[in-house]
């Protein structure tokens, strides 16, 4: 990775994502597959200019699907890398996480 943007791919917005952000101030991001957990604590810092608490990183698998009448087709989806900061108490919540004001 050449630079803290390249990090963090996007955010994961999800209905279980979303209760994290909104009760437990969790927030989660699919990151690169290199990226380690300080790696990830320094750009969320950087970029957002919160304090973070924890950070857990997991790897998600790929998926596979079958499409078609014939059901013989299979759909892989890949797998991926995922983040969930936990921000310390008294930081200001994430705007992109936030819904429309």
């Known amino acids: 990775m050449k630079n803290l943007y390249d990090v963090l791919v996007r955010p994961l917005v999800t209905e279980k994502s979303s209760f994290q952000s909104g009760k437990l101030s969790q ?10 957990r300080t790696a990830v604590k320094d750009a969320i810092e950087t970029l957002f200019e919160v304090t973070v608490a924890r950070v857990n990183i997991l790897n998600a698998p790929g998926k596979r699907g079958r499409r078609g009448r014939s059901r013989r087709m299979v759909i892989r989806r890949p797998a991926y890398k995922k983040a969930i900061v936990t921000l310390a108490e008294g930081s200001k919540p994430l705007e992109i996480f936030e819904g429309v004001q």
């Open 27 to 36: 927030y989660v991001f699919v990151v690169n597959k290199e990226a380690t």
